[in-house]
């Protein structure tokens, strides 16, 4: 047998090389999500004065970063595999299952300056709700993730996903703490000049309620059936139709205008559009006719 060639030893050389980057992106992934649970426990090398929630919601963000390119890197460079298939889910069970429902234990926690007006809500969830709805967030996310690789196979184009995303449903959870403290900056620069004080003592005992609500619905989405558009491929490797302009060019007004406060409003817009209309689809169709799609 002939020995392989100097070019056959290098191309496979450079095959290794580019294999461990889709690897290594998906491993900052968890890295992100580890991040964020020990800054939200304050367990890292040094406290963040109050703003550990907003720091552990970046990293939440970041860790979204890396997902997206991780499968990206793997496709370019032709290293798709079961192995990296297994290590993704196991890294977003991270970061995009434990690390929210973390999140969203310690911003409900009345300690938290966030939410320092929990104490003249005119209803509080009990902690153990609240700790229920966390372990079901991250249930969810776990069980969205093992369907997701069961289902999903090599000739699926990507374009939709059945079920709400993890990492949309953790960027919903993750925008909350940036949203409320943009609110709360906001509501205190223009308090003094608009009389908004009062505004303010409406909203914080509301968002007391609305968190935990809004956390277990992108908990039980992630579960349902209903039809999400994977937005990333369809923006990169899809036709943008007017409707797609349209909607971009809306997010980055939303953003110039009310700056962080986009987040929430983006992220649960995507997530509860999509009930909310297959809950209009069914209003409106005539008796008779097929239900049309499954919630659950």
Same mark, same amino acid.
């Given at each position: ?77 032709? =290293? ?43 209803? =509080? ?60 900056? =906001? ?46 491929? =369809?923006m990169v490797r899809g036709r943008r139709g007017r409707k797609q302009i349209l909607q971009i060019v809306f997010s980055l007004m939303l953003i110039f205008i009310v700056r962080e406060l986009a987040l929430p409003v983006l992220f649960c817009y995507f997530a509860f559009s999509a009930p909310v209309r297959s809950l209009w689809q069914l209003y409106r169709k ?11």
């Amino acid at each position: 047998m002939s020995e392989p060639s100097s070019a056959v030893i290098k191309k496979t050389r450079r095959q290794k090389v580019f294999a461990v980057l889709p690897t290594l992106l998906t491993l900052c992934n968890a890295a992100c999500g580890f991040g964020a649970i020990t800054i939200t426990a304050k367990v890292g090398p040094e406290h963040f004065g109050g703003s550990e929630l907003i720091t552990a919601s970046q990293l939440i963000f970041l860790a979204m970063l890396f997902d997206m390119l991780d499968g990206s890197a793997a496709r370019l460079t032709n =290293q798709t595999s079961d192995f990296g298939a297994q290590l993704d889910s196991l890294c977003d069970a991270i970061s995009f299952g434990v690390a929210p429902a973390f999140i969203f234990l310690q911003l409900s926690h009345p300690a938290h300056h966030l939410m320092d007006t929990i104490a003249t809500a005119p209803f =509080q969830f009990h902690p153990r709700i609240l700790w229920a709805i966390a372990v079901l967030f991250m249930t969810c996310a776990i069980l969205r993730l093992a369907r997701f690789n069961v289902e999903t196979d090599e000739e699926d184009s990507h374009e939709f996903f059945s079920g709400l995303p993890s990492p949309a449903a953790a960027g919903v959870v993750a925008s909350l703490p940036i949203g409320m403290k943009e609110l709360k900056d =906001q509501l205190s620069e223009t308090g003094t000049l608009s009389g908004l004080t009062s505004l303010a003592s409406l909203i914080w005992p509301a968002l007391v309620i609305l968190v935990p609500l809004i956390t277990l619905l992108a908990a039980v989405l992630m579960v349902s059936r209903l039809r999400y558009a994977h937005v990333f491929n =369809q923006m990169v490797r899809g036709r943008r139709g007017r409707k797609q302009i349209l909607q971009i060019v809306f997010s980055l007004m939303l953003i110039f205008i009310v700056r962080e406060l986009a987040l929430p409003v983006l992220f649960c817009y995507f997530a509860f559009s999509a009930p909310v209309r297959s809950l209009w689809q069914l209003y409106r169709k005539p008796a008779g006719v097929g239900s049309g799609e499954d919630l659950l």
